[in-house]
């Protein structure tokens, strides 16, 4: 095996350097090291203390020469100069002195023509066993002849001096693409190292002509049909894309090239709260020994409570993707017959599913509208009202037109069909009287997509949305599917879908040049 060159970093005079153990060995030494305790599955359970989520307020990308005009600089992609980086980098690797160090070598991409190496140096032991598992695990052989393209580095423990390092807190995510290096320090959030590969995914992709998208993704195991769920965290793309009756090729991040639709990980990472094993049997079980539980309390039998939400609602489980029983191998799949947009509806009023044309999918596609589920980020407390363009847009560094159009440029090439789906609230706002739309019936509706069978139905077309929806689909109820008949009081209805419209119709002002097919696509505020 190649020769460990952490001193490239500054890493030097560390204590032991553990590389590539297996899950077991990880397991072995973060029960040892306190930083957690085994559940009765076996599943290990750990607390990530302050940093419960990703911490978008603490992300920058370094802004440099040869990449200063392929970034989308702004909220999402904060520029931080190279000094203020290196002066942080160093922090950190002054910190590993005399520190434990954990080194895993993995993949982003299942596709080996688009795939990235990737080298994690941790400081926990429980983390370097969560990205083990996340991301696609090497051969023997390619251990053997591994050299890393891309670098992260994540000490939890350091925490950053926001006076001295010119930041806002005591937590860092820096994406430098210049050296090719990811630092996190003074999180103990998995998510951000997971989220952090993602986003150099999302930069280096493009450039070869492929599509990275944020999305889970499935495939008929008979006739090879696949599907796409794009979706911000909390919408379902964990969940929905977990269906018993097809291959799961992966749960949050995928790349759509010319071959078709390959898993950017090795791993899936998902929400477990009010968790059940009969709604969610097959995420029930990957919670055994060699997966990672954040956040979710557990008592002194090892008993987890799934409900119980007081550490934060983002309570997460990550597993290996070979955990799920019907998991494609590899992890690939062909052109999407079918993309589905999920969205959870605070206010109660979109249409749980309905149809959409090449236009109104690409309005959809850069609106980006679904509702912050609390707990998801830092400071979210309740479900709040958002548009984050290509369901992603934390993860995207380049501009958001590059993804849309080459989204839009798939749908025309391949006749891909493209459904929005409501997973939120029917019959009234979150909190005001509205329900969750029950599970079962979100799952008919996309096996009814999938299928063809929706197909079948007579659509109406909503007024205010403007969207065609189906008036049948099998094992779902008729008066389900309008959403008006769902609210008792239908001037209260026609209100809340107006306020939403019109948030659409002002979010989308912001995309100037835009195709008025596009925009005549959209809702309609009056």
């Known amino acids: 095996m190649n020769e460990i060159n952490l001193s490239k970093w500054g890493i030097i005079n560390t204590g032991k350097v553990f590389h590539n153990l297996t899950p077991s060995q990880l397991t072995t030494e973060a029960v040892k090291r306190g930083e957690g305790v085994l559940s009765e599955t076996g599943a290990l359970s750990v607390m990530t203390g302050k940093y419960t989520g990703r911490s978008p307020e603490d992300r920058f990308v370094v ?49 080996h023509q688009y795939r990235q190496s990737i080298r994690v140096i941790n400081e926990l032991a429980s983390q370097n066993m969560f990205i083990h598992q996340l991301l696609i695990r090497p051969t023997a052989e390619e251990f053997e002849n591994f050299a890393e393209d891309f670098t992260v580095i994540c000490a939890p423990g350091c925490k950053c001096i926001p006076e001295l390092d010119g930041i806002h807190s005591e937590a860092a995510i820096l994406v430098n693409f210049n050296k090719k290096v990811v630092v996190i320090a003074g999180s103990g959030y998995a998510g951000e190292m997971k989220k952090s590969v993602f986003s150099v995914m999302n930069f280096i992709l493009p450039a070869k002509g492929v599509l990275s998208m ?48 390959f898993n950017i990980e090795g791993g899936c990472y998902a929400k477990c709260i009010n968790l059940s094993k009969e709604n969610e049997p097959f995420i029930w079980d990957a919670i055994r020994f060699g997966s990672l539980v954040e956040n979710v309390t557990i008592d002194e039998q090892g008993h987890f409570d799934f409900n119980d939400g007081s550490v934060t609602e983002n309570t997460r489980v990550g597993y290996p993707v070979d955990y799920i029983p019907n998991a494609a191998h590899p992890s690939m799949g062909g052109i999407p017959k079918t993309v589905i947009f999920l969205t959870a509806d605070a206010f109660g009023v979109l249409p749980p ?139 209260a209805y026609d209100e809340q879908a107006k306020k939403l419209a019109g948030m659409f119709v002002k979010n989308f002002a912001k995309y100037e040049g835009m195709d008025p097919a596009i925009i005549a696509a959209g809702p309609k505020a009056d």
């Open 63 to 111: 802004d440099t020469p040869d990449i200063h005009d392929e970034i989308a600089w702004g909220k999402v992609n904060v520029p931080i100069s190279e000094e203020k980086f290196d002066k942080i980098l160093t922090r950190v690797a002054t910190y590993f002195q005399g520190r434990d160090v954990f080194v895993f070598d993995g993949f982003a991409g299942a596709d």
């Open 214 to 261: 944020h999305c889970s993704a499935n495939m008929d195991p008979d006739t090879g049909d696949t599907a796409v769920f794009f979706g911000l965290s909390g919408t379902g793309k964990t969940t929905l894309s977990a269906d018993p009756n097809r291959m799961l090729i992966g749960d949050d991040e995928h790349g759509w090239s010319e071959n078709g639709v």
């Open 353 to 491: 599913i309905s149809k959409l044309s090449k236009e109104a999918a690409m309005y959809h596609f850069v609106t980006g509208y679904t509702a912050k589920l609390a707990g998801t980020e830092r400071g979210v407390t309740e479900p709040t009202a958002t548009f984050s363009t290509c369901f992603g847009a934390p993860f995207l560094p380049r501009p958001a037109s590059k993804y849309a159009e080459m989204l839009g440029e798939k749908i025309e090439k391949y006749g891909t069909n493209v459904y929005l789906v409501n997973t939120g609230w029917a019959g009234g706002p979150a909190g005001k009287g509205g329900n969750r739309m029950k599970l079962k019936y979100t799952r008919a509706m996309v096996t009814a997509a999938l299928n063809g069978e929706l197909e079948k139905s007579e659509f109406v077309t909503d007024p205010i949305f403007n969207v065609a929806v189906p008036t049948t689909c099998p094992n779902v109820p008729s008066e389900v599917l309008i959403p008006r008949d769902m609210w008792a009081d239908k001037a």
